[in-house]
């Protein structure tokens, strides 16, 4: 079954930091673009990052600086650090292939930011 499993979110105080994974099943994430996405309450999912085969990454504004996405393919594994986080970027974090994939939302990873 082809599928991409999150993992690694949690709660964490404002100025924490998270990594999380994006570890695909049945596929190999090396020959495929990535992206995070992530979903507030009451908010449509939006874009955070992504990185192509090729390691050329792009990130939404707010993440810039702060986030970083990188890619271990030994592992078929994406990752998604999170570093200075604030309550705004609390949500459902996601990954899937861009464009995205409709069989391949997954539960997501849940990212709390509070203190």
């Known amino acids: 079954q082809l599928r991409l499993v999150e993992s690694g979110g949690g709660l964490v105080p404002p100025g924490g930091s998270l990594r999380l994974s994006c570890a695909g099943s049945?596929?190999?994430?090396?020959?495929?673009?990535i992206g995070w996405f992530r979903q507030a309450p009451g908010k449509e999912r939006e874009f955070v990052a992504r990185?192509?085969?090729?390691?050329?990454?792009t990130y939404r504004d707010s993440a810039k600086g702060r986030f970083t996405i990188s890619r271990d393919n030994a592992k078929n594994t994406v990752y998604l650090q999170m570093n200075t986080l604030t309550p705004e970027d609390a949500a459902i974090y996601y990954c899937?292939?861009?464009?995205?994939?409709?069989?391949?939302w997954g539960q997501g990873t849940q990212v709390t930011v509070s203190s």
């Open positions: 899937n292939t861009v464009p995205f994939i409709n069989t391949y």
């Open positions: 990185i192509t085969r090729v390691g050329f990454t």
């Open positions: 049945g596929f190999s994430l090396a020959y495929a673009t």
